[in-house]
């Protein structure tokens, strides 16, 4: 009786060919998976950056808002010199108003919101006293002392506010991030278990 001179079945030689071919697609995919996984943890942790320093760059605008004004009050000996300060004033503030009002719509936290909307409500009720102040400062020939009187230290609650928001959303950004890391390590945990199980498949397979 002959003798069978190699493997049958599954382990006969086109089976193990296509076996291998297929655990080393396999192999690959699960290589490819990995270096997704921390494309996206990168995207991800990058997009919650942007989105957290949001409030860091309102203090800068609004801090330039601020000066604008004490540029206005120092600068402005006309009517005509007053349009233009005033201008540039009115659009910082309203470039102010519109960063906060995106800060909102992008964030999804209440407490920083609330203190947000505080914010903005404040903002717009300070508008109206330096469009008050503007009044006394031409009362006064643009002198500045009197119109400066009248808005001084208006802006400091404001600016608190703002210190507020951005330590809520400090401690918003450390919590997301801690997420984001936990679920790029589950991943990565996955892949890396399937990627031995394939190796073991490797070790054992038949060579022959």
Do not use: C
Request: avoid cysteine; charged fraction near 25%.
């Amino acid at each position: 009786m002959a003798k069978s001179n190699g493997h049958t079945g599954f382990f006969s030689s086109p089976w193990l060919t296509l076996a291998r071919i297929a655990f080393t697609g396999i192999f690959f995919f699960w290589l490819y998976w990995i270096g997704i996984s921390t494309k996206d943890l990168d995207d991800k942790i990058n997009a919650a950056s942007d989105r957290y320093t949001a409030i860091d760059t309102l203090q800068i605008e609004y801090k330039s808002e601020i000066q604008e004004w004490k540029d206005l009050l120092l600068r402005s000996n006309s009517r005509d010199t007053l349009n233009q300060n005033w201008l540039r004033f009115d659009t910082q503030h309203r470039n102010v108003a519109t960063m906060a009002q995106d800060i909102i719509a992008k964030n999804d936290v209440r407490s920083i919101n609330q203190k947000m909307t505080g914010f903005i409500d404040a903002h717009k009720a300070n508008y109206n006293q330096y469009k008050s102040s503007v009044s006394i400062l031409i009362k006064n020939k643009y002198f500045p002392g009197p119109a400066d009187s009248a808005v001084k230290g208006i802006d400091r609650p404001l600016l608190d506010t703002l210190k507020s928001a951005n330590d809520d959303m400090r401690d918003e950004k450390i919590r997301t991030n801690d997420s984001l890391i936990a679920q790029a390590r589950n991943r990565i945990e996955q892949s890396l278990f399937a990627l031995g199980f394939i190796g073991l498949l490797a070790i054992w397979m038949p060579k022959h």
